[in-house]
């Protein structure tokens, strides 16, 4: 069975199951996010090894597809690629820790590394999306050596980012994703956090988009099972905790591996600016890609996004400078100047320790405030349009 013990290699080590796919000397790590699984990688493993049929001989565990649901076809790296995705702990066939204490971005990032050392990788190209992008961060800022690029699909820095944009059509979205009992109700509410409306309602043949999916989703949350309420909450609680220090990003953006940002204009989870905003601290590292798409612009997109990571590959492998590589204007880094300095008097004085404490205070009052000032108005606009609703309409009396 390809099932990973990562406590043979840490302390808070979990069962993780991964799958392989392709073969050649470059490595692919793909790490997914909140409450996704192996096979949401479909479309990139398809598009980077040619296939999709898995290495592993050993038989999947019962009720769960060998595959990833496509037809093989020449890929323009077939043969070159070896890719490995797998379950974050907390969802599909790994372990589910009981306690929240156990799900970090760093845990997950040490059972990640402890894969990384259960395949004999020495080296990867490390992939991830959304929670599975914060996890390849403290990936790389954990063991950079072990890094050969670095690539964050629709990502944010974590904690108060990983609010999503406050309106109507959120609010409506959070209420029935906490409602959902069912794969059929979950299914209806993962289309429209994942997908673009234009996309849903494009045609495919006689049926649109939104009803092919619809039967998809719901044929995999059936097979695989509804997240369970431990899982959920602790991986939720990665997100809410994830944070890179000053340091983690300085280890990150010095340590000679390129970086692609990668990211959905109409994502509603993961705010484009909160992108932009990691990609320039990552600056020169890193280059900036936007294409039109919502959160799983990997799936929206798949041609566009699988032509940025083969860019990345080659340009690794070309060993292409920073500065050649980066998108970003040069002025964009300046912050970091200020960041830096800023450091370095926060460790040299207890009186401006006592001024970054306090701002990092006031930033984050600012935020939740923002935040409930936001729920308010929309309760308040609810609770209007009832009384509207329920106000009696007079008649006048016919003559």
Known sequence: MPYCDSSKYHSNGATIFYRRYGHGPVKVLLIIGLAGTHDSWGPQVKGLTGTCEPNEEEAAPSGVDGGLGCEDEEGQ????????????????????????????????????????????????????????????????????????????????????????????????????????????????????????????????????????????????????????NCGFEGQINACWTHKLTSKELETIRTSGFLISVIHGRDDIIAQLDHARKLAEK??????MVELHGAHLVSHERPDEVNQSLMELIKASKSKVNPLDWSNLPENRSGWLDFVRSFSLLKQNSDRTSY????????????LSLLYFFGVFVMGFEHAKNIVIAMKPVRVAASS
Not at 282 to 287: E, F, N, S, T, V
Not at 355 to 366: D, F, H, M, R, S
């Open 282 to 287: 990552l600056y020169p590292a890193a280059r």
């Open 355 to 366: 001024l970054v404490t306090a701002y990092n205070l006031v930033g984050k009052l600012q």
């Open 77 to 228: 790296a077939a043969g070159g690629i070896e890719v490995c995705c797998f379950d974050n702990r907390g969802m599909g066939c790994s372990s589910i820790p009981n306690k929240k204490s156990e799900y970090s971005t760093t845990i997950m990032a040490k059972d990640a590394l402890a894969l990384l050392n259960h395949l004999g990788w020495k080296k990867a190209h490390v992939f991830g999306h959304s929670m599975g992008g914060m996890i390849a961060c403290k990936l790389a800022a954990i063991a950079p050596e072990r890094l050969s690029s670095l690539a964050l699909l629709n990502v944010t820095g974590g904690g108060f980012e990983c609010f999503p944009k406050i309106d109507r059509q959120m609010m409506s979205l959070a209420f029935r994703f906490l409602k959902a009992k069912t794969p059929e109700q979950r299914a209806a509410v993962d289309l429209e956090t994942h997908y673009t409306k234009e996309y849903l309602d494009e045609y495919v043949g006689s049926n649109t988009r939104r009803k092919i999916l619809y039967q998809d989703y719901v044929k995999a949350i059936s097979s695989n099972g509804m997240q369970s």
